[in-house]
């Protein structure tokens, strides 16, 4: 446009200015909006503060669209990297002030997650680790109340709460077998290892959260304050906020553990045994683990110089098609280590493993807990895949599940390692969200798989012929680590916990913004 004011030369000037500023709001108002804003919240503006810790790049959403198992795989829009707890609220709040659908976030630790339960399908999955301080985030102290406990972030991983409190003397009592998880991923399911018959899971030996709600509140709970809270985010699945500093109980720390593993043949008799050894409190840790084929664990060997008994063993599993192992650890420390000896001599006395095959080792503390080495978390076509199967089987049809799993099916399969071991329900907290049988004692199936993608299939297969042998002959399982697709199926798995699971779910995460790769509300 074209304006000709030869005789008012100051109107032109005037207009020329008007037409300049005009154009300055044009340009700014025309400033491209940043497609993380149209992605995740179209009616509100990304603060500066979160944009900086968002990552859109293709490793970062390889990263946060894999983990573990290796078998689902969700494309989050983005991934988040906070270093900050606040930096995680914001997030939060941000989704929270969408008007219209908020987008969904995960909290990932190490992505030990075996079928995507940490995964936020074009949501924003928050690194957990990049609050990591490599340990400096444990803080042991002791109170007259409580004693000795450790205040530990929720992105720490167990191997460093490990060494951060041997380093005063102390440890926490219930661990996994695999410490290299984060303390907020297995306070969100439960945390089970063969302490677990004596001092109960990882979720009973807590004495105060710090948690993110959904609604991007930041609570500090325990059994006296907030206790709804902490009930429902112990076993909690994540659904109700992000666990982000934990107080852990500790006790005096053993300097060395002596190491048992016995064989039976006959499935009764194992479970017999395990069951004493679990109600006499006298060992430390008991699991129980089958032995599927010829070849035995490298562990086996190498921890237990068993090679000289191969024979041996694969005469008896010819014979019986499989073979049933218990593990039983005692600590113990320089005071009592002339008598740690007859104290297993004694515990062993009236148990009726096979003579021959008693193995034993001698090792510290810190080697037997640390004895699953570190598992990376691998993504190419070629990675294999972790199809698990995790289940909680009411004592009184452990023999049926022998008979009908573990005899008729798992032979069909190569299975890596299957544990089986018992816990005692009185170290459970049932206001915990965690789900058990209801009986005394009740056992846990492990069935960790690892195949070659192209197989998968045929692991699922057999899981599937697992919970549907169960269905149909009324074994009340419950799954660990529990993985389902539809609602029914999660309302069936919590039963009388159902309606209390959904308020509480309702109060601290009414937009159903939080973990949504478990698919419970999704």
């Not at 109340?145 to 440890?171: K, P, Q």
């Not at 593990?327 to 007859?342: G, I, Q, S």
């Not at 199809?387 to 399969?413: H, M, Q």
């Not at 959904?502 to 790769?517: N, T, V």
Request: net charge neutral; with cysteine; aromatic share 10%.
């Amino acid at each position: 446009m074209t304006t000709h004011c030869p005789n008012r030369p100051s109107h032109f000037i005037f207009f020329i200015v008007i037409i300049t500023l005009f154009d300055i709001v044009i340009c700014i108002s025309a400033k491209p909006i940043n497609p993380l804003q149209t992605t995740l919240c179209k009616d509100q503006i990304l603060p500066l503060e979160i944009s900086k810790k968002i990552r859109t790049d293709p490793e970062a959403i390889a990263k946060a669209s894999n983990d573990y198992g290796n078998i689902v795989h969700k494309i989050p829009t983005a991934g988040f990297y906070p270093s900050s707890i606040k930096d995680i609220i914001k997030l939060i709040e941000y989704s929270n002030n969408c008007s219209s659908t908020p987008f969904s976030i995960a909290a990932r630790g190490q992505g030990h997650s075996v079928r995507g339960q940490a995964m936020a399908y074009k949501g924003v999955v928050v690194e957990m680790a990049s609050l990591s301080r490599n340990g400096s985030g444990v803080r042991v102290s002791w109170s007259p109340s409580s004693g000795f406990y450790a205040d530990v972030g929720g992105e720490e991983l167990w191997i460093d709460v490990l060494r951060e409190t041997l380093r005063h003397g102390v440890t926490p009592v219930s661990w996994t077998d695999y410490l290299y998880l984060t303390v907020g991923g297995t306070l969100s399911n439960a945390g089970i290892s063969g302490q677990s018959f004596l001092h109960g899971p990882q979720i009973s030996n807590v004495l105060e959260l710090d948690v993110i709600t959904g609604k991007g509140e930041l609570i500090t709970c325990s059994r006296k304050d907030e206790s709804e809270l902490f009930y429902a985010v112990l076993g909690g699945l994540g659904q109700f906020g992000i666990i982000t500093r934990a107080r852990i109980i500790l006790a005096k720390a053993p300097t060395r553990a002596k190491w048992v593993r016995l064989l039976y043949s006959n499935f009764s008799i194992y479970t017999k045994d395990q069951e004493k050894f679990i109600s006499s409190k006298v060992p430390n840790y008991v699991e129980g683990f089958l032995i599927t084929n010829e070849t035995i664990p490298d562990s086996w060997r190498s921890s237990f110089n068993s090679s000289s008994n191969q024979d041996h063993i694969t005469l008896l599993l010819r014979k019986h098609g499989l073979l049933y192992a218990i593990e039983l650890v005692k600590y113990y420390d320089d005071h009592d280590a002339d008598t740690v000896n007859k104290v297993v001599e004694m515990l062993l006395k009236d148990m009726n493993f096979i003579p021959s095959l008693n193995f034993s080792a001698d090792v510290s503390y810190f080697d037997f807990l640390t004895r699953v080495p570190r598992l990376e978390v691998q993504n190419t076509p070629q990675s294999p895949t972790h199809p698990w199967l995790n289940l909680f089987v009411p004592k009184s049809r452990i023999l049926d599940l022998n008979a009908g799993v573990l005899v008729n099916l798992i032979p069909k399969i190569n299975t890596e390692l299957i544990l089986l071991y018992p816990f005692n329900k009185d170290k459970w907290d049932e206001r915990m969200s965690t789900v058990t049988p209801d009986e005394d004692i009740f056992y846990t199936l492990g069935l960790l798989h690892s195949s070659s993608p192209n197989e998968t299939k045929i692991y699922d297969e057999v899981n599937n012929e697992i919970l549907h042998f169960c269905r149909k002959t009324h074994i009340k399982i419950k799954q660990y680590l529990p993985y389902y697709k539809s609602k029914e199926d999660w309302i069936k798995h919590y039963g009388s916990k159902w309606d209390n699971f959904q308020e509480m779910k309702a109060k601290f995460d009414p937009r159903l913004i939080l973990s949504p790769g478990q698919r419970i509300f999704n």
